[in-house]
């Protein structure tokens, strides 16, 4: 089974300023992927990086980058020069190859960026 | 980028109805799930479908059931609509072409039942 883990109900970031929100996780499956999905206020999931275990390089996505840890089990998304548009729900998820696609998702955090 | 659409978007029924949420895609992905997510919590998998004819039950326990008929189309139905099951579904897909596949997500139908 698959666990995530976000320990960040609510972050708050001034405008321009790079902000990290954190994601653990935990699984014996050697073959994972690793996910973050922003949720803005309308409610779609839209996605933002993925990051595969056996991926020697951090994942990066113009503003977004995820800062992988494989000996931590930490899959943190970085967003550089927030914007006001980000504030919303951030969602961190994993999907192991013996899930066959199904994803396990953390609790999420809101972000709030401050003008 | 997936192209995958939800109807309703937002629903307000009354106790005991039969209701069926649609949820189409068109990159003819042979994944789709459903997700069941509460006001500002985490997405709980209900249902899941590898391809047509081929439906599952996902972690979290639904009274709703699923059909996959064709690829496109993975409807949801709740037989006998109750105050509990208000919530939001979302509907999401991927394709197969790694081991770890990105799901795409419709917008979300936002059911409350009275």
């Known amino acids: 089974a698959q666990k995530i883990t976000q320990t960040q109900p609510g972050m708050f970031v001034q405008e321009k300023e790079a902000v990290t929100l954190d994601c653990t996780y935990d699984?014996?499956?050697?073959?994972?992927?690793l996910f973050w999905y922003k949720q803005p206020s309308s409610g779609e999931m839209i996605f933002l990086i993925y990051q595969g275990s056996y991926d020697q390089q951090n994942a990066t996505e113009g503003r977004y980058s995820l800062n992988f840890q494989k000996a931590r089990k930490s899959a943190n998304l970085v967003i550089s020069a927030s914007q006001l548009g980000d504030s919303a729900m951030y969602f961190c998820?994993?999907?192991?190859?013996?899930?066959?696609?199904?994803?396990?998702f953390g609790q999420g955090t809101i972000l709030t960026v401050h003008p | 980028e997936a192209d995958i659409y939800q109807t309703p978007r937002y629903l307000v029924i009354g106790t005991g109805k039969k209701i069926t949420l649609e949820c189409s895609q068109t990159?003819?992905?042979?994944?789709m799930y459903w997700y069941q997510q509460d006001p500002g919590m985490e997405l709980h998998l209900i249902h899941y479908?590898?391809?047509?004819?081929?439906?599952e039950k996902g972690d979290l326990s639904s009274e709703s059931t699923v059909s996959r008929i064709r690829t496109e189309h993975f409807p949801l139905t709740l037989e006998s609509a109750r105050p509990s099951h208000t919530s939001q579904y979302l509907c999401a897909s991927s394709e197969s072409r790694r081991a770890t596949d990105t799901q795409y997500f419709g917008p979300g139908t936002r059911l409350t039942v009275l």
């Open positions: 998820a994993m999907d192991a190859v013996t899930s066959y696609g199904k994803l396990t």
């Open positions: 479908s590898y391809g047509v004819n081929s439906t």
């Open positions: 990159m003819g992905h042979d994944k």
């Open positions: 699984t014996s499956d050697p073959s994972y992927g």
